[in-house]
């Protein structure tokens, strides 16, 4: 499997594992990976269900261009991209939009640590 193949299997793996969690509303949040070498970003589709993602659908982005995936990249690359190129150290981000944490915080109830 070459690099490419390896990062958007990466990412289906990961979607589908944080849906089947319930941690991921149906069509909200997204995972991404930045491979340092190429500085492609690798990221899920805008409002696609994660339990039915595929290698494909993967956007991969090259600055503000979109130059792989079959759908189109979540509007919330340049996030990411930002998050990622100010820690050198990570290589992937999710931002997820975990149904009962997002029911907690309208109850406006503390977490208590």
Do not use: W
């Not at 190429?38 to 993967?58: A, H």
């Not at 079959?70 to 930002?82: D, R």
Request: positive net charge; aromatic residues 6%.
């Amino acid at each position: 499997m070459d690099k490419e193949s390896a990062i958007k299997s990466e990412i289906v793996f990961y979607a589908k594992l944080l849906d089947a969690k319930g941690l991921v509303n149906p069509l909200e949040g997204n995972i991404s990976i930045i491979d340092r070498e190429t500085g492609k970003l690798y990221i899920t589709p805008s409002g696609t269900r994660k339990s039915l993602l595929t290698e494909d659908k993967i956007a991969v982005m090259k600055g503000k261009e979109q130059i792989g995936g079959t759908l189109k990249h979540s509007s919330e690359y340049l996030l990411h991209e930002a998050a990622l190129k100010s820690r050198p150290d990570c290589n992937a981000a999710v931002h997820i939009h975990a149904p009962y944490l997002t029911a907690f915080a309208y109850c406006n109830k503390d977490i208590k640590l």
